[in-house]
């Protein structure tokens, strides 16, 4: 007989195993019977290993076939891995959304996108606001981090209280937007929060993350002891940081151009929710040519050497508008996101070649500051909530594990570090896993969602990898060849002692030898030959060139 006990779980299906994809699900009631409550709805970005994939999504399949007990989906803030899938998955999942009107505004234009602006059900929820959704009462918490209006979600259940932090720091100066509501959370605290579920990003990172204000403060002294043009590259969320370098180009005699879609978008967010209004008008990419070099700011996207952002087409010289060169000088106020190295790398040698001077956070430090907490601002939050367990999220494993650690030193009196997929039960009774669910990866490619290790993607690193060789074959009726085999290769090299000519020609030797070797009756059948000659070219190529490439057969018949 199933279980009537009421249960409190916590399921993350993404952000417990990376930094990103934030995709959490709390679930009341009897295991038979929970109701649900989705926190973020996230994506992560492509990279090396997902060659031709923009766009990673969690895999909602679990949670999918209880859509009709999905009571809401709770935005804690606006940044991509918290949001970004929703436009993906609603679709699949159909519920109501919650979120504060600065999120909202950027929510509805990617709904608009993706021409689901008027099926989704969304609720502007003021900050501070409460939602009640079935047996969750939720607060939220004001916190500050690197966007405007970022939450925190004080979950409180008949069997407990959660404190669900999302992505936070503690900003004495935020610049905009309010300071993190310590009384708030003091107050959880005394009245006994059950569990925080917290960022785990800067765990290795002693001290504390800086405060905007900082960063404003190098700014505008920097900018003004540059003669020539200036680019910005900063995150575009990171609303106080646009701000902060606008204000820095009006206090040196500049103007601001906004270059790329996503500031010019984040800008008209803020000002729907009364920021960035005092600031000189920004001035158009084409009206900005009229400007003198010292006259003029360019505030880019690309900072993390994205190959169609803005600041990427610049560096190339291939930018409609805008151009760097020698005595023009880029700033880049962001930090280097693990696994962008190297096209950020290459980014920056290429406006050094331009003669562009590069300014980032490696020689000048207080240019950039992190939206996330390090350990002296973990501790000063658990010191203000004291739960009885501390759920880590948001990072790697090893974030996971060290936050872990980092709370049972802290003298939490429970700590669990579940990976994606990891129910936990959060009360009755002590913490711990009690189940495993799938838990995924969806890949959009070229606008397609697929699974994670479709047919698609593993072609494509297999090609990447070991080439590609194309062979034809044309037979008459009696399955005789008339023409071919006839090969082709992508992506195999070639040497001065063995020209890819001559490969290609034993190639198809060993093609017609397999054909010829083919018994009458096989020789009928085009999937037979097409096996026998896949084979026969992977053999001969793992003999020329020590790999197996992706090899198509076309068999035509005259």
């Known amino acids: 007989m199933a279980s009537q006990i009421d249960e409190l779980v916590f399921l993350p299906l993404g952000g417990s195993n990376e930094i990103g994809m934030n995709f959490n699900l709390y679930g009341f009631g009897p295991p038979h019977d929970r109701r649900w409550i989705v926190v973020d709805l996230g994506v992560t970005f492509g990279d090396q290993l997902t060659p031709g994939v923009d766009i990673i999504l969690p895999d909602p399949s679990y949670i999918e076939e209880y859509a009709d007990r999905i009571l809401g989906i709770v935005l804690t803030h606006a940044h991509e891995d918290h949001l970004g899938a929703v436009a993906w998955l609603w679709p699949r999942l159909k519920a109501p959304v919650y979120a504060t009107p600065f999120t909202a505004f950027l929510l509805r234009e990617k709904l608009r996108e993706a021409d689901l602006l008027d099926e989704v059900e969304i609720h502007v929820v003021p900050l501070g606001g409460r939602i009640e959704l079935g047996p969750f009462d939720i607060e939220l918490i004001t916190l500050t981090h690197s966007i405007p209006e970022p939450n925190g979600l004080a979950i409180k259940t008949p069997l407990g209280t959660i404190l669900h932090t999302g992505d936070w ?46 960063v404003r403060k190098t700014l505008i002294p920097l900018i003004g002891q540059m003669k020539g043009k200036v680019a910005v590259a900063c995150f575009a969320s990171n ?71 803005a600041l990427s087409r610049i560096a190339e010289g291939t930018h409609p508008h805008v151009a760097l060169g020698a005595g023009d000088a880029c700033v880049f106020s962001s930090r280097v996101i693990p696994g962008n190295e190297i096209p950020i790398r290459n980014l920056q040698n290429k406006l050094a070649d331009r003669g562009v001077r590069l300014y980032t956070e490696r020689d000048h430090p207080g240019i950039h500051v992190s939206g996330h907490p390090c350990r002296d601002e973990l501790a000063e939050m658990y010191s203000w909530a004291r739960p009885t367990i501390a759920v880590p999220t948001h990072g790697e494993r090893r974030h996971l594990l060290e936050h872990l650690a980092f709370a049972r030193d802290l003298q939490v009196p429970q700590q669990v570090a579940p990976r994606n997929g990891d129910m936990v039960r959060l009360a009755p009774g002590r913490a ?82 397999a054909l010829n070797r083919l018994s009458g009756d096989d020789r009928d059948l085009d999937d037979k030959i097409e096996t026998a000659l896949s084979r026969a070219v992977k053999k001969a190529s793992q003999r020329i060139w020590g790999r197996r490439p992706v090899v198509e057969t076309t068999v035509l018949r005259v």
């Open 169 to 214: 720091k503690i900003d004495p100066d935020p610049l905009l937007g309010a300071v993190t509501d310590q009384d708030a959370i003091r107050k959880l605290g005394d009245e006994g929060i059950l569990a925080m579920v917290c960022d785990s990003t800067n765990v290795f990172v002693d001290g504390t993350a800086g405060s905007e204000a900082d």
């Open 239 to 309: 609303v106080a940081r646009m701000d902060s370098a606008a204000r820095a180009a009006e206090a040196n005699g500049r103007r601001v151009c906004l270059v790329g879609r996503s500031m010019h978008r984040m800008a008209a967010a803020a000002k729907s929710v009364g920021m960035m209004q005092d600031l000189q008008p920004f001035i158009t990419e084409q009206d900005a040519r009229n400007f003198p070099a010292h006259g003029i700011l360019y505030l880019c996207t690309g900072s993390q050497g994205e190959p169609r952002a």
């Open 432 to 513: 711990e896993i009690i189940d495993e669910v799938p838990a995924g990866r969806l890949y959009v490619d070229a606008g397609v969602v697929t699974p994670e290790n479709g047919d698609a993607l593993r072609e494509r690193r297999h090609a990447a990898q070991n080439g590609m060789v194309a062979v034809s074959v044309v037979l008459d009726g009696r399955s005789r060849i008339v023409a071919g085999p006839a090969v082709k290769a992508v992506g195999l090299p070639t040497d001065e002692d063995y020209p890819l000519d001559e490969a290609l020609d034993d190639l198809s030797e060993a093609a017609e030898e």
